[in-house]
């Protein structure tokens, strides 16, 4: 992810197609640590593509990856009476909140005022 970083920060500046050796320096000049394999192998594959379209390609692929969320439970018994030997839908398990017990005694001992 650095070396993605590194190189969308020498674009943002202005270089349109940033070397090997722009990556290294901006890498260096934040203290990380250059993996030159990693970066010839970033290269190569966004050799002579541009960024925007590889950003735009990216997002179309983030679009298609689950995020979670709620799921909608669709009922087969629902729609005007249920087949013969059809199992009877189960009634939703209520769930019972434990509320913790609150303890004035959280502090472990150790108070702000002591």
């Known amino acids: 992810m650095k070396v993605v970083a590194a190189y969308l920060l020498a674009v943002l500046g202005g270089n349109s197609h940033p070397s090997?050796?722009?990556?290294?320096?901006?890498l260096e000049s934040v203290g990380a640590e250059v993996?030159?394999?990693?970066?010839?192998?970033f290269l190569s594959e966004v050799e002579?593509?541009?960024?925007?379209?590889?950003?735009?390609a990216?997002?179309?692929?983030?679009a298609s990856v689950p995020s979670g969320g709620a799921v909608a439970a669709v009922?087969?018994?629902?729609?005007g009476g249920a087949?013969?030997?059809?199992?009877p839908a189960e009634e939703p398990k209520k769930e019972e909140k434990v509320e913790e017990k609150e303890e004035s005694d959280d502090d472990m001992?150790?108070?702000?005022?002591d």
């Open 20 to 26: 090997a050796g722009d990556i290294t320096c901006i």
């Open 35 to 41: 993996d030159v394999k990693r970066i010839n192998l």
């Open 48 to 56: 002579g593509k541009d960024i925007t379209e590889i950003i735009a």
């Open 58 to 62: 990216g997002r179309e692929k983030f």
């Open 75 to 79: 009922s087969v018994a629902g729609a």
């Open 83 to 87: 087949a013969a030997g059809a199992a």
């Open 109 to 113: 001992g150790f108070s702000l005022f």
